[in-house]
């Protein structure tokens, strides 16, 4: 009906029903969960049927339309990992109207923390739609999809080097690119310094999603070796790089704060008390 015509087979039912469709927030944990272990399968068949079920039931409370939304949010998500563009970009877009639908009710109902507003969150809604543009090679409308994320995340490395990754797998080549190029340079400016948590090296701009240092160093390498980038752009590109090589070897050597903002912070709050003064 909607998303996968996967949800016709009787034995989609069952998944549901052993989870209990009275509990959409149970059902929603469970194919999450499923998701996470690489069980890509059942978690699709789950959060489709659970999708279809909400839309089909009338007049629903505005906390059932909140559930809608998740268990969207949540079947987009697999079905892009599923390579399953066309159901995900559907399921993209009923995402979008139900959650102008859900913000209407918590205005009308006055209920804020019932808003779906977070702008982490709704921005990376449009990552995971224009992902399914590139999938199914509609460049202007992944460009477009990603520009959107841009505005609300500028600062957000993956959502300009997806921009690049988009022309080159489409096109083939990385001409026009120019204000792309200069929207991965500014964010590779501007989001701070690096970062080593858990043994991991991220960036982390403050209210942003931590993003892997040497997963995007990798992707920005692969976009610099394209011929048809300009070169004025690809240099400021490896001089960007340049820098946070060097801020991992700091840290490394230890000449730098593993978490040099936490340092910051901590050191200026400079606490000294004059317990004599009691």
């Known amino acids: 009906m909607l998303i996968s015509s996967r949800t016709k087979q009787k034995n989609s039912l069952t998944y549901i029903e052993m989870f209990g469709m009275s509990n959409p927030e149970q059902v929603i944990s469970q194919f ?16 489709t049927e ?50 102008k639908v859900l913000n209407k009710m918590a205005k009308k109902e006055k209920e804020n923390e019932m808003f779906d507003s ?58 026009h690119s120019k204000s792309s190029c200069k929207k991965l340079i500014y964010s590779l400016t501007s989001c701070g310094p690096v970062i080593l948590q858990n043994g991991e090296f991220i960036i982390q701009p403050e209210n ?34 340049n820098k946070i090589n060097l801020q991992i070897k700091a840290i490394n050597e230890g000449t730098q704060a593993a978490n040099a903002k936490l340092a910051k912070a901590i050191d200026s709050l400079n606490v000294k008390t004059d317990y004599y003064s009691y």
């Open 32 to 47: 999450e969960r499923y998701a996470q272990e690489g069980r890509l399968e059942i978690a699709e068949v789950m959060s």
């Open 208 to 241: 942003y999603v931590a993003r892997n240092v040497t997963q995007l160093i990798s992707r920005i390498e692969q976009i610099c070796n394209v011929n048809s980038l300009d070169h004025r752009y690809k240099q400021q590109l490896k001089e960007s790089l």
């Open 50 to 99: 659970l999708v279809e079920r909400l839309l089909n039931e009338k007049n629903k409370e505005i906390q059932k339309q909140k559930f809608l939304v998740n268990a969207l949010r949540g079947n987009a998500s697999i079905l892009l990992k599923r390579e399953k563009y066309k159901l995900c970009k559907n399921a993209c877009l009923v995402l979008k109207k139900q959650r």
């Open 118 to 175: 977070n702008i982490t969150t709704v921005a990376n809604d449009k990552i995971i739609l224009a992902c399914a543009e590139i999938g199914l090679k509609h460049l202007y409308r992944a460009i477009k999809s990603l520009n959107k994320a841009n505005k609300l995340r500028p600062l957000d490395v993956e959502i300009c080097v997806l921009m690049l990754e988009a022309r080159f797998s489409i096109k083939g080549k990385l001409n």
